[in-house]
């Protein structure tokens, strides 16, 4: 969704990084807190639809918040529809933990806050090129997919979907080859959706030990992503050598190429919640 380069106010702000919106955290309602409008976007309507207010010559103008504000609405439908985990949900770079609740400190946290940032916030464009996180569990690969989703979905406006390659995954798939199932014959409509996506994650990759159809089925959604150049996140607790032997190293190859390979190692995180 573009919104109006004449904007110097919002590209120059600190809090909404240029997007004319930021994610207040205070819950009022529900479970989450709530996308606001920035300070830095002139209001001159009060909010109130259709974003239209009289100027001195008493002539009726658009608001210059309108733009933000379809942005907002269009944005909080993109956050609905990603399929993000409860737990991952509305979670941005601050969200980032530096330490365990035990107080133990992970090294890699200012690594990764600092990466985020660089790529993600701070840059000009939208990215091209996602991250392969890999490592040990329990060292918040998957909190750190979901906040580069959550980031890149609030800043330009654009879908992602966040999917985990479980048994799920698959059998969703195989549903599609069967007449009894509602699925039926959408098996490229689900997978065009994942290759076409702007942004997506793909959780605990590796893990599959299936048939060579599921890893033809994995391999084509790689190979999609990769020849279009979209953004993509993959978290493994496998070793790298490990994906290399999947498919005979085509996705590996694949995967290096269009991922910034980070190590996630560290102390396991949900080991410290109990201590």
């Known amino acids: 969704m573009s ?7 919002a590209t120059r702000c ?12 205070i819950v009022e ?17 009060g909010g109130r639809a259709p974003y239209q207010y009289w100027d001195d010559d008493s002539r009726n103008q658009w608001c210059l918040c309108r733009p933000y504000r379809r942005k907002m609405t269009e944005t909080n439908r993109l956050f609905r529809q990603a399929d993000i985990p409860e737990r991952y949900k509305w979670k941005f770079v601050d969200d980032f933990r530096m330490a365990a609740p035990d107080g133990t400190r992970i090294d890699l946290a200012a690594t990764v806050y600092l990466r985020i940032h660089q790529d993600l916030i701070e840059a000009a464009e939208e990215p091209k090129r996602g991250y392969l996180l890999h490592g040990n569990p329990g060292t918040g690969k998957t909190l750190m997919g979901c906040i580069a989703l959550n980031e890149l979905m609030l800043r330009w406006a654009k879908p992602g979907r966040f999917l985990s390659l479980s048994r799920t995954y698959f059998q969703k798939l195989r549903d599609t080859y069967s007449a009894d199932s ?10 065009e959706e994942l290759c076409t996506m702007p942004y997506l994650v793909l959780d605990d990759f590796g893990i599959q030990r299936g048939t060579e159809w599921e890893i033809e089925m994995l391999y084509d959604l790689v190979d999609a992503r990769y020849g279009d150049q979209r953004f993509t996140v993959v978290t493994t607790n496998q070793p790298l050598d490990e994906l290399k032997n999947i498919a005979k190293g085509r996705i590996y190859s694949r995967l290096v190429e269009m991922c910034q390979p980070i190590p996630m190692d560290g102390p396991d995180y949900r080991m410290h919640l109990n201590e």
Do not use: N
């Open 14 to 25: 600190s809090k909404c990084g240029g997007g004319g919106l930021y994610y207040d955290p």
């Open 29 to 45: 309602v529900g479970r989450y807190g709530t996308l606001r409008l920035c300070e830095c976007v002139e209001c001159r309507c």
């Open 3 to 9: 919104l109006p380069a004449a904007d110097q106010k």
């Open 182 to 191: 509602e699925r039926y014959g959408h098996t490229w409509s689900i997978l």
